[in-house]
């Protein structure tokens, strides 16, 4: 709900620069708490973490009703902020259970089983604000929308106890995900120190701050391009294209008949392919237009659907959410496949969205000094496109499996009393309990 309030342009506001701010005010938030994050994710476990992480984003969504009716600055900054810190548990929870629970032969499809179900919920937010805005010719989104999005939102603070914890997991091949005890705070520091230690996560960095960085600019063009129910459109589509973007990395990295490195380099291959075909059709586009055009290819704006000039720049923000849902799936592709530790997974989860919520900082606090258009595309892309080369390098070191040096425990091992297993701290559960749910949650 959240990405498709995202796609309809200024949070569905008319005022940019103020949602520029917000945003600016979360991502900064973001970025502190995402490098802790993961480390409370691994205190605390996933289903507390991430419900204590849905709960900023029905107040941040309120804020922006609040503003629409009221004109209330103040309280849409100050919610970007709690929503920058809640995000930051929400994601680093999503984060280890999407790359730690599954088998290394799905770690690719299980990005795009998330990210679909994750734009699903774009798709069907930016269907409900269409529905609303379909007869409307007004700049802004209505009350209904908000209404709608909000009554959605509350429902995840409950829906995310439905997570098993991952004590509670069996892989489709007997493995347990994880049966040590949780790390004790003290212990847990000096993990997430050691993660900077490790040459990969630097190597990582510009991927990582890159990947986000393209959402000011992208929002920017939609909101001054388009009138409401347009953007509604956009939304919709946008979420779309990021479902067939993520098919396509899911099925590079999963399906074809290569090992694992081989695969994740094409990976890399067609994403740089990708990024270069749509950024340079984008900052072609620019070129046609300023921040201070007041019509653009001839026709004045915010456009409206039937504007046959909008056909063109609708399927450019279409395809930018193909090349943004590759690009996050190699991100996550690359660093499950360095590990299968949940524990480490997490901090590195916490770690990618700490840093890309850096970008994203540097990249509203652009947009909301007006930087033009052009030089927003054109940085957009060169930090894309300088991030692959590391990403190949980091590729260069994955393992064709590491099951031969992290020794997975099956269910066999631990019932026949050839595997010891500590008691779980965060259920306060015995090994003999942990495995027994293990063996009926398979």
């Not at 701010?21 to 502190?32: D, E, K, P, R, T």
């Not at 209330?72 to 259970?97: D, P």
């Not at 040590?180 to 993990?191: C, D, F, I, M, W």
């Not at 990976?267 to 900052?283: K, M, Q």
Request: aromatic letters at 14%; glycine letters at 10%; charged letters at 10%.
């Amino acid at each position: 709900m959240y990405s498709a309030i995202g796609g309809l342009g200024a949070g569905g506001t008319q005022d940019v620069q103020l949602s520029d701010i917000a945003n600016s005010v979360l991502y900064g938030c973001f970025f502190l708490g995402g490098f802790v994050a993961g480390s409370i994710n691994n205190i605390l476990g996933p289903r507390l973490t991430m419900s204590l992480g849905t709960t900023g984003y029905s107040l941040y969504l309120g804020s922006l009703w609040c503003f629409q009716l009221n004109g209330t600055r103040w309280f849409l900054i100050l919610a970007g902020g709690i929503l920058g810190f809640s995000a930051s548990l929400f994601w680093a929870a999503q984060g280890s259970v999407m790359m730690s629970y599954p088998m290394e032969k799905d770690k690719g499809r299980s990005f795009t089983a998330f990210w679909v179900i994750f734009q699903m919920g774009t798709f069907i937010g930016a269907a409900i604000a269409l529905g609303i805005q379909f007869n409307s010719t007004l700049p802004s989104v209505s009350n209904g929308v908000y209404i709608a999005f909000m009554i959605i939102m509350l429902t995840s603070i409950v829906s995310s106890w439905l997570v098993l914890s991952p004590e509670a997991v069996v892989r489709g091949d007997g493995t347990l995900v994880e049966l040590e005890a949780s790390l004790t705070p003290k212990e847990e520091l000096h993990q997430f120190i050691q993660m900077f230690k490790d040459w990969r996560m630097v190597a990582l960095f510009p991927m990582f701050f890159a990947s986000n960085y393209f959402y000011a600019y992208q929002g920017a063009i939609t909101a001054a391009l388009f009138n409401g129910r347009t953007r509604a459109l956009v939304s919709l589509l946008t979420g779309l294209g990021s479902m067939i973007g993520s098919i396509i990395i899911g099925t590079i990295t999963d399906v074809l008949p290569f090992g694992r490195r081989n695969r994740a380099l094409v990976g890399c291959a067609v994403v740089f392919l990708l990024t270069c075909a749509v950024y340079g059709g984008g900052v072609y586009f620019q070129t046609q237009f300023t921040r201070e055009s007041v019509e653009v290819a001839g026709l004045k704006i915010p456009w409206d659907w039937t504007d046959k000039q909008a056909a063109g720049p609708i399927v450019l923000l279409w395809s930018y959410y193909i090349v943004d849902a590759t690009f996050q799936g190699l991100a996550y592709y690359t660093m499950s496949s360095l590990t299968n530790d949940s524990f480490k997974l997490a901090r590195m989860a916490g770690y990618y969205k700490g840093i890309q919520s850096a970008g994203a900082v540097v990249s509203f606090g652009m947009d909301a000094v007006k930087t033009a258009y052009l030089g927003e595309a054109l940085i957009s892309w060169l930090l894309m496109v300088v991030s692959f080369p590391l990403c190949i390098l980091v590729l260069y070191s994955v393992r064709p499996t590491n099951y031969e040096v992290e020794h997975p425990v099956h269910v066999e091992e631990v019932k026949s009393g050839a595997v010891t297993v500590e008691p779980v701290t965060e259920t306060h559960i015995n090994a003999d309990t942990a495995v027994d749910r293990k063996v009926s949650a398979v």
